[in-house]
């Protein structure tokens, strides 16, 4: 079936550089997308959505674009700290119904001081 | 806001006895509430969508006489497992939909279920 996925299941960082996540989605319906952190032993935090009539959108420190032609969801973290080492996940669903968030398989983060 | 409570955070029980664990939304109404497994180092798995007042749609593979879900109010649903054994061992995450918005869905801090 359809599914989100994810590029590189690891990432290692150095503290202050910049932070690109990807991920690949597949339904073609999908017109919203989320971005989680998961620490260890905690919840997903969520950090920042976007909808499909955008293909860009900032917060603080985090810009989520996206590329309808390609299918692809990147999270770009600024100046990254080790208070961001988690586990980020994309996540999807369609706008209309209230359908559940389709999870990727999740990137690894690890910041090095 | 949007802060979604789980308890409890962490238990510990013998195979074959049963365990409820409660997921609250403390300053919102959630007309739908997800549960999600999760194993280590592993993404969430959905088991089951809970709309207030409605019985609960569990997805495949999931069975509905062993994780009992019961959404009674707007702001809590409660996820029993019945039986449980060491293979249900795992970390139990609940997620709320504000009421009206279809889209964002708020997690709670999860519960680490151990069954011996």
């Known amino acids: 079936g359809e599914s989100v996925g994810l590029h590189l299941p690891t990432l290692s960082v150095q503290e202050g550089d910049n932070s690109i996540i990807n991920c690949a989605y597949s339904n073609s319906a999908s017109d919203y997308f989320i971005w989680y952190k998961q620490e260890s032993g905690k919840g997903p935090q969520f950090i920042i959505d976007i909808r499909s009539n955008m293909d860009k959108r900032q917060g603080q420190r985090v810009t989520v674009l996206l590329n309808k032609t390609v299918k692809h969801l990147s999270l770009q973290i600024a100046a990254t700290q080790p208070g961001d080492s988690a586990v980020y996940f994309c996540a999807e669903k369609g706008i209309r119904g209230n359908t559940p968030l389709v999870f990727g398989k999740g990137t690894r983060l690890s910041v090095i001081a | 806001g949007a802060v979604v409570s789980q308890h409890p955070s962490w238990v510990i029980c013998k195979s074959g006895t049963s365990v409820k664990i409660e997921c609250r939304s403390l300053d919102f109404q959630a007309t739908t509430m997800f549960w999600y497994r999760q194993f280590p180092k592993q993404s969430l798995m959905l088991m089951a969508t809970?709309?207030?007042?409605?019985?609960?749609?569990?997805e495949q593979g999931v069975e509905k006489d062993k994780f009992l879900i019961n959404h009674a109010s707007l702001t809590l649903s409660t996820l029993t497992v019945t039986s449980a054994h060491p293979e249900d061992s795992s970390f139990y995450i609940c997620?709320?939909?504000?009421?009206?918005?279809?889209?964002?869905?708020?997690f709670g801090p999860g519960t680490r279920l151990l069954v011996l």
């Open positions: 997620s709320a939909r504000v009421r009206g918005f279809s889209e964002t869905q708020y």
């Open positions: 809970s709309n207030e007042g409605s019985k609960a749609t569990y």
